[in-house]
C-alpha cells in the first residue's frame, strides 16, 4: 500500500486510476479542468520524435517555484550536470518502458531560495498508439525548512518506490540514480 505524505499527491493518483479502466490512461483523457486544484503542482512530460523528453504541460506553482515557465522546453535545459541529466532520463524512460509509477520525496530549493521537502509522483499516460510516451508528475511542497542561495536546486532523494499497475516495475539496475545537487538552470 503506497504512503503518500499529502492528500493532494493522493487525489491525483486516485484521480489517474479512474481514467484508465484497468489501462493505462490515455493522454486525451487528461482534462486538468476536472482537478483544477491540483493542476498548479503538475507537468506533463512527453517523449518526442527527437528522442528528448519536453514539457508539455508546467503548472503555475511549479514555474513560480523553479522561477522560469518550463511549457514546450526540453527538460535537458535545466540540467546543468550531465550525470544528473542522465540519471533523471533513465529514470523516466524505465516508467515509460514498463509502464509504472513512482513515489519519491527530495530536498528542493526555489528560484526565491525557499527550501523544503517535495512529494513528487510520477504517473505514465499513453500516447496516440497506445503506448506509454507521456509522464505526469505532481510535486507537492511541505513546509519550508530554511532559506538559501535563490537559485533552484535539487539537493538529495530523500526516498524512491516503485509503484506496480500492473506491468511490473523495472530492474533493480534501472530503480534509481541518487541525483547529485542540481542547480536547475532558468
Same mark, same amino acid.
Given at each position: 500500500?503506497?504512503?503518500?505524505?499529502?492528500?493532494?499527491?493522493?487525489?491525483?493518483?486516485?484521480?489517474? *486510476?479512474?481514467?484508465?479502466?484497468?489501462?493505462?490512461?490515455?493522454?486525451?483523457?487528461?482534462?486538468?479542468?476536472?482537478?483544477?486544484?491540483?493542476?498548479?503542482?503538475?507537468?506533463?512530460?512527453?517523449?518526442?520524435?527527437?528522442?528528448?523528453?519536453?514539457?508539455?504541460?508546467? /503548472?503555475? *506553482?511549479?514555474?513560480?517555484?523553479?522561477?522560469?515557465?518550463?511549457? /514546450?522546453?526540453?527538460?535537458?535545459?535545466?540540467?546543468?550536470?550531465?550525470?544528473?541529466?542522465?540519471?533523471?532520463?533513465?529514470?523516466?524512460?524505465?516508467?515509460?518502458?514498463?509502464?509504472?509509477? *513512482?513515489?519519491?520525496?527530495?530536498?528542493?530549493?526555489?528560484?526565491?531560495?525557499?527550501?523544503?521537502?517535495?512529494?513528487?509522483?510520477?504517473?505514465?499516460?499513453?500516447?496516440?498508439?497506445?503506448?506509454?510516451?507521456?509522464?505526469?508528475?505532481?510535486?507537492?511542497?511541505?513546509?519550508?525548512?530554511?532559506?538559501?542561495?535563490?537559485?533552484?536546486?535539487?539537493?538529495?532523494?530523500?526516498?524512491?518506490?516503485?509503484?506496480?499497475?500492473?506491468?511490473?516495475?523495472?530492474?533493480?539496475?534501472?530503480?534509481?540514480?541518487?541525483? *547529485?545537487?542540481?542547480?536547475?538552470?532558468?
Amino acid at each position: 500500500m503506497l504512503e503518500f505524505r499529502h492528500c493532494d499527491t493522493e487525489r491525483l493518483y486516485t484521480h489517474w *486510476q479512474s481514467l484508465g479502466e484497468g489501462g493505462l490512461p490515455s493522454h486525451r483523457c487528461w482534462d486538468p479542468a476536472q482537478i483544477p486544484k491540483l493542476t498548479p503542482n503538475m507537468l506533463i512530460l512527453e517523449l518526442n520524435s527527437d528522442d528528448d523528453f519536453v514539457y508539455r504541460f508546467a /503548472g503555475t *506553482q511549479i514555474c513560480d517555484f523553479v522561477g522560469v515557465e518550463l511549457t /514546450g522546453r526540453r527538460m535537458k535545459e535545466f540540467f546543468p550536470s550531465p550525470d544528473v541529466y542522465a540519471a533523471t532520463d533513465s529514470m523516466q524512460r524505465a516508467m515509460l518502458r514498463v509502464p509504472c509509477g *513512482q513515489l519519491s520525496s527530495y530536498k528542493v530549493r526555489g528560484a526565491a531560495g525557499r527550501e523544503c521537502d517535495a512529494e513528487l509522483l510520477f504517473l505514465p499516460l499513453a500516447g496516440k498508439n497506445g503506448t506509454a510516451d507521456r509522464l505526469l508528475v505532481y510535486m507537492a511542497l511541505a513546509d519550508t525548512t530554511g532559506f538559501g542561495e535563490a537559485a533552484p536546486e535539487v539537493s538529495a532523494n530523500l526516498e524512491a518506490t516503485w509503484i506496480d499497475l500492473g506491468w511490473g516495475v523495472p530492474e533493480a539496475d534501472t530503480a534509481f540514480a541518487e541525483p *547529485q545537487n542540481s542547480n536547475i538552470q532558468a
